[in-house]
């Protein structure tokens, strides 16, 4: 998943020590849980002298999860008390703040937010003690129904097994939880709540809408800016508007969720991209294919996607007495082309690449902008190769993959190599050797990167590679898998140099992941003022008035024969607001012509974000703009 949300201080202070009966330690809002023999538990628990106690930091990781946790209690509180006739959910931490589920008769607004939190600062001030209590069962069931708490019965009958349930209660407030939680409401001075939307009782679609409060909440106001800050900016960026304001892109009812219309400014990005992607991979030893995007279900019976995968994919369709599918991916179509004669060692490897779109069905809850579509373009390759090639080929991947990542401006990345997980197919034998071969490929190149124990595909180990976007967001763009699983299915074949009959191994690689999802990330990431090589419009040619129309349309043809791409203001406007509309559309270079530049031959050079430059010779202007194009250069001054 995507990591959103500003940096966390690492790093727990850990004591060890022993004590008797309860923690008499600093309660200075510096030590805020215990660990005990290993767990993590409130700060007022009571444990045996021979247990192993830790003090556990207001700034560690688990500490920050507590914070956010108990402050979903304190709204919940908060709201029960304003609203009487709510039925409360579930409020869990997320990884970026917390939210809380309510039965509400009618929508929240940004005014009952305020409230919310007006009434949350009021118990805050009276220091409200957190106290586990512990109930049977019944006494429990007796509580809720006696508040109406219909969806808290409900939980209670469904989740709790044996008699005790664990409860928390401040003031008049009880709630379910297994704990544990902050000694005191006090500790959670900086909080603020975000915004409010709808969502299903437990996710599904069939259950009631609740009304889901977000909310954040940090141990030190500094860290509370900090991340206000983090999400302005980050709101700034947001790919959805950037895409309406600069006209790149939109989803339209119309055409239906998660289906993507890329307008003629996010055109010629994408093409750019894929101009940019086509090239490299030419000249790293790929050759082009094409497949269609639909194959009939039985490749998908073989492949095992209509077992595997089955709820990502979309309804047969069907005709001539034959069911078909949109394809979800599209490695078997390169296995089927694979297999249409016969291999041998000679042949490999074999690098296979598709720009390939692709239709998976996403629940319409977690479809977001571009980062999360149901009809996506990849940009797929599979490499097949035999055992000895197999390292030298991820190699190439890695750097090839870091080169591109690179040249679009992402010099931060982490990459991590995830190993066998518990369910996988294959020989052992088999993963220890691809294993080893994608661990000495990152080696032998030199990169820093993490393993990710037992998080490979079920088919085989995997490189994951994510950038870190200007806000330090990071995104997966790259995946390089090992695959023994499809050829196996397919009962792929090469003969070795000894003629004998061998299975060869398979390579998934994406680099940029897919084209909508990168192309947001892009976006994000230069907040809609791209490199010039990708800027829609990279010059504007503004009149200053009507009489200089002629000399402007000339100078307009002129970088136009050149291959760049420009536009010619011709509006009725004044000269102050064509310049502002300009910069608007984060277009990199104004060129202004008035009487002036008309008579010595000139043009005035304005550049987006760094104002005036002064004169300059328009073929010196084409000359530079020509060469920061050519070689892709994030300096766009001339
Ligand atoms: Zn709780
Ligand atoms: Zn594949």
């Known amino acids: 998943m995507v990591e959103v949300g500003g940096s966390i201080p690492s790093a727990p202070i850990s004591m060890k020590f022993q004590r008797d009966t309860t923690y008499m330690g600093k309660q200075n809002n510096e030590v805020v849980l215990l660990k005990i023999d290993g767990e993590l538990k409130d700060l007022d628990t009571v444990y045996s002298k021979e247990s192993l106690v830790e003090e556990v930091n207001s700034q560690s990781e688990e500490a920050l999860h507590i914070y956010k946790h108990s402050c979903a209690h304190l709204m919940a509180q908060a709201v029960v008390e304003l609203f009487p006739d709510i039925q409360y959910g579930v409020g869990p931490a997320l990884d970026n703040g917390f939210y809380y589920d309510f039965l509400s008769p009618r929508p929240f607004t940004p005014e009952d937010l305020e409230e919310i939190s007006k009434r949350m600062k009021q118990s805050i001030k009276q220091n409200i003690k957190i106290q586990h209590l512990t109930w049977n069962k019944q006494q429990a069931l007796d509580y809720f129904l006696s508040k109406n708490q219909h969806l808290k019965v409900e939980l209670i009958n469904e989740k709790v097994e044996g008699d005790e349930v664990s409860v928390y209660k401040q003031g008049d407030f009880v709630d379910l939880c297994r704990g544990p939680h902050l000694p005191n409401v006090s500790y959670l001075k900086y909080f603020k709540l975000l915004s409010v939307a709808a969502a299903y009782w437990k996710g599904d679609e069939t259950n009631h809408s609740m009304q889901r409060i977000y909310g954040v909440v940090f141990p030190t106001p500094e860290q509370l800016d900090d991340h206000l800050r983090f999400l302005k900016e980050a709101q700034a960026r947001d790919h959805r508007k950037l895409g309406k304001e600069l006209d790149l892109f939109s989803i339209e009812e119309d055409i239906g969720a998660g289906l993507v219309l890329w307008y003629p400014k996010g055109g010629i990005i994408r093409h750019e991209i894929q101009q940019f992607w086509y090239d490299e991979h030419l000249k790293g030893g790929y050759q082009l294919v094409f497949s269609p995007h639909i194959a009939r279900s039985n490749l998908w019976n073989t492949s095992g996607h209509n077992d595997f995968y089955k709820e990502n994919m979309f309804t047969p369709i069907e005709f001539d007495n034959t069911d078909y599918q949109l394809k979800p991916m599209n490695c078997p179509f390169h296995i089927v082309m694979f297999k249409s004669r016969n291999r041998s060692y000679k042949d490999m490897p074999i690098r296979w690449a598709e720009l390939g779109t692709v239709y998976r069905?996403?629940?319409?809850?977690?479809?977001?902008?571009?980062?999360?579509?149901?009809g996506f373009t990849q940009d797929?390759?599979?490499?097949?190769?035999?055992?000895?090639?197999?390292?030298?080929e991820v190699g190439r991947l890695i750097n090839f993959s870091?080169?591109?990542?690179?040249?679009?401006?992402?010099?931060?990345?982490?990459?991590?190599?995830?190993?066998?997980?518990?369910?996988?197919?294959?020989?052992?034998?088999?993963w220890e050797l691809a294993t080893n071969a994608l661990e000495n490929s990152l080696k032998a190149n030199g990169v820093n990167y993490s393993i990710d124990p037992g998080e490979g595909v079920f088919y085989g180990p995997k490189i994951d590679i994510k950038v870190k976007d200007v806000l330090k967001r990071a995104w997966q763009c790259t995946t390089i898998q090992v695959d023994f699983n499809l050829p196996k299915r397919f009962n792929l074949k090469y003969s070795d140099d000894q003629g004998k009959i061998r299975q060869p191994i398979m390579l998934h690689r994406a680099l940029l992941g897919s084209l909508e999802r990168f192309f947001g990330v892009l976006i994000e990431h230069y907040g809609g003022f791209f490199p010039v090589w990708l800027s829609p419009v990279q010059v504007k040619v503004i009149p200053i008035t009507d009489r200089n129309s002629d000399y402007a349309k000339s100078i307009y043809e002129n970088l136009i024969s050149?291959?760049?791409?420009?536009?010619?203001?011709?509006?009725?406007?004044?000269?102050?607001?064509?310049?502002?509309?300009?910069e608007l559309q984060k277009i990199p270079y104004l060129i202004i012509v008035g009487d002036d530049e008309e008579k010595d031959k000139t043009i005035a050079l304005r550049l987006h974000k760094k104002g005036d430059q002064g004169k300059r010779k328009l073929d010196d202007f084409i000359e530079k703009v020509k060469k920061i194009i050519r070689e892709k250069e994030f300096n766009y001054e001339i």
């Open 402 to 430: 870091l080169r591109l990542l690179r040249t679009f401006g992402f010099m931060e990345l982490d990459i991590y190599l995830s190993t066998r997980p518990e369910k996988f197919v294959g020989e052992t034998e088999d």
């Open 380 to 392: 797929d390759a599979h490499i097949f190769c035999t055992p000895d090639q197999l390292e030298e």
């Open 361 to 374: 069905y996403e629940r319409s809850g977690v479809l977001h902008g571009l980062m999360r579509v149901r």
């Open 562 to 582: 050149n291959s760049i791409r420009t536009e010619l203001e011709e509006r009725n406007e004044g000269v102050g607001k064509k310049i502002r509309d300009a």
